[in-house]
């Protein structure tokens, strides 16, 4: 009879956190998507060969969206493309954080900073910019296994970035709707 009870109190205390939990809104990060009804959007940059445009060409991808870029014309692009995103600049900075004893620089905050627009038809192009950040330990004794580190952090922050953008194009396109009722 005890036993009984606890589990039937381990049950009712389960099910209360995932009603909680699903009553709250949470997401699992990663789980968002963008509206069916974008089915072809033109991705633009003045580099194509950028590692951000190639990730983020990537993923529209998974979505099932037909991406065109720079090379098609003006004239081959339908008239009804569901959105543009132009990737005018993304830039990598490092921050000084701290030194070492001997003057030797120990730690950096690596900002990336992207800025692109996103515009649906009949509507202005809007301009977003953002920050992302990470610090960055340097061991100058370690020199070849740092700079891997830094490349996987760099990945990383532009894998950040990428789906930054998308959450972006899904939150614009709903304001879009609400605002067109398109």
């Known amino acids: 009879r005890i036993k009984v009870l606890k589990r039937i109190g381990v049950n009712v205390a389960i099910l209360t956190i995932m009603l909680t ?6 997401k699992l990060r990663g789980d968002y998507g963008l509206p069916a009804d974008i ?12 590692p951000l445009y190639r990730i983020l060409w990537k993923q529209l991808q998974g979505f099932n969206i037909e991406v065109l870029d720079n090379s098609v014309s ?7 493309v569901d959105a543009i995103v132009y990737l005018s600049s993304d830039k990598l900075e490092r921050r000084l954080l701290s030194l070492f ?3 030797q620089v120990a730690e950096y905050e690596l900002v990336y900073t992207i800025k692109y627009y996103i515009q649906f038809p009949a509507q202005d192009a809007q301009e ?5 950040t990470r610090e960055y330990q340097d061991d100058p004794e370690a020199v070849l296994a740092k700079s891997r580190e830094l490349d ?4 990383e922050m532009r894998q950040e ?5 998308i959450r972006q194009i899904a939150s ?3 304001n879009w709707q609400q605002t067109t009722g398109g």
Do not use: M, P, Y
């Open 21 to 26: 939990i699903v009553g709250c809104g949470f």
């Open 128 to 132: 977003i910019e953002f920050d992302v």
């Open 101 to 103: 004893a001997t003057g």
């Open 39 to 50: 089915a072809q959007l033109q991705l633009l940059a003045l580099q194509k060969n950028t």
């Open 172 to 174: 614009s396109h709903s």
């Open 161 to 165: 970035a990428a789906d930054r953008i």
């Open 74 to 80: 003006a004239s081959q692009v339908d008239e009804q």
């Open 152 to 155: 996987l952090i760099q990945n």
